[in-house]
């Protein structure tokens, strides 16, 4: 059973920056999957921040184009989140995704996500 576990989530103040990590396991990378990250915020939907595909194609969302960073470590079967910037409104549940055999296209995976991992809380104060 493929299993995603987050980590790196916590406070920070306005114009910080932290760097989620998403390990990965019984799940050997491949070009043709795709990966995400997620978030909410309190009240709000669940919305994609950024994906990346095997071969390391990504797609951000506008809110957070160039401030953020996804990339993939092939060696360490782990997944991150590079968070620059950061403001208020990027305060939320972050959470990682998989989909094995999933194009990446413009709107991320596009079957949709098979494996989420459990979330991890990032905070940012003004």
């Known amino acids: 059973q493929v299993q995603l576990v987050e980590s790196g989530g916590g406070s920070v103040q306005s114009g910080g920056s932290l760097r989620l990590s998403c390990a990965v396991s019984?799940?050997?990378?491949?070009?043709?999957?795709?990966f995400g990250w997620y978030r909410q915020a309190p009240g709000k939907e669940r919305e994609g921040v950024a994906f990346i595909s095997g071969d390391g194609m990504t797609i951000y969302a506008d809110p957070v184009k160039g401030r953020f960073v996804i990339s993939l470590d092939n060696v360490e079967n782990t997944l991150y989140l590079q968070m620059n910037s950061l403001k208020p409104e990027d305060t939320a549940t972050y959470y990682c995704?998989?989909?094995?055999?999933?194009?990446?296209?413009?709107?991320?995976?596009?079957?949709?996500?098979?494996?989420w991992g459990q979330g991890t809380l990032v905070t940012v104060s003004s």
């Open positions: 019984y799940l050997t990378f491949r070009s043709n999957d795709c």
């Open positions: 995704a998989a989909a094995p055999h999933t194009l990446l296209v413009p709107d991320g995976c596009s079957y949709g996500m098979d494996y």
